[in-house]
């Protein structure tokens, strides 16, 4: 049973505007949530993390808002660029950043010129 | 500053042949880890060091698989005997683990083909 999940494989957008990528989850006990990203043949790439504290926390053109009564977080990216296109998995821990990540399946953003 | 490496990139084997990936995390980083990304999904953990000790090695097939990290810094990852339902890329990651915050570093991960 998937405690991560992503139920969109894919997403496309148009180049300068908004990327919104979803993620729910299951397990109540999970304190910190990320966002990777990651290219063809290479490692995922760290991009933000949210505390459970938080609902939301900025970088950049990157912002994620966690939504806990709901178990469910998303990954707005303003304004997107083409070379945001790539795959982004979300992940969640019980204990901070130094717990196991639990990752979904990813969701392939593509961001069109 | 170098990231996590990690060899071979790609290995091509046969079925119940052995095989061995290596990883190398960023320097000083005391927590290690391996993970396994099926196609299509996401990395799931394998196992997981805190320098020499293996602390969390609850999801790795231990029937078949096998992970050292002798003095705490590289580590290698062993499949003997591979099986087709190997086939995934083996991605190591570490982290300072110091404070939480500490985000994971992935390296670029071992594409391995069982046939």
């Known amino acids: 049973d998937q405690q991560v999940k992503q139920n969109s494989p894919s997403l496309s957008v148009q180049e300068g505007r908004i990327s919104i990528l979803n993620c729910d989850y299951t397990?109540?006990?999970?304190?910190?949530f990320l966002w990777y990203k990651k290219y063809p043949a290479e490692g995922p790439t760290f991009l933000i993390s949210?505390?459970?504290?938080?609902d939301k926390n900025e970088d950049g053109r990157f912002t994620v808002f966690l939504n806990k009564s709901a178990k469910h977080l998303s990954l707005h990216i303003v304004p997107s660029q083409p070379g945001d296109s790539a795959v982004y998995f979300c992940?969640?821990?019980?204990?901070?950043?130094?717990?196991?990540?639990?990752f979904g399946k990813g969701t392939k953003l593509s961001v069109k010129p | 500053e170098a990231g996590v490496v990690q060899s071979p990139r790609y290995k091509i084997i046969e079925k119940k042949q052995p095989v061995a990936f290596w990883c190398n995390p960023i320097s000083g980083h005391n927590t290690l880890y391996w993970y396994r990304q099926n196609l299509g999904q996401g990395p799931e953990l394998l196992i997981r060091?805190?320098?020499?000790?293996?602390?969390?090695d609850s999801q790795l097939p231990k029937d078949r698989f096998s992970a050292e990290r002798l003095k705490g810094v590289d580590s290698t990852l062993k499949i003997q005997p591979a099986e087709l339902g190997d086939s995934a890329v083996y991605l190591c990651?570490?982290?300072?683990?110091?404070?939480?915050?500490?985000?994971?570093?992935f390296g670029p991960g071992t594409r391995l083909t069982v046939l």
């Open positions: 992940a969640a821990s019980i204990g901070g950043s130094q717990g196991n990540l639990i």
């Open positions: 060091y805190e320098n020499e000790e293996a602390v969390d």
């Open positions: 990651a570490s982290t300072l683990g110091i404070a939480r915050g500490d985000e994971q570093f």
């Open positions: 949210i505390s459970s504290i938080k």
């Open positions: 397990n109540s006990m999970f304190d910190y």
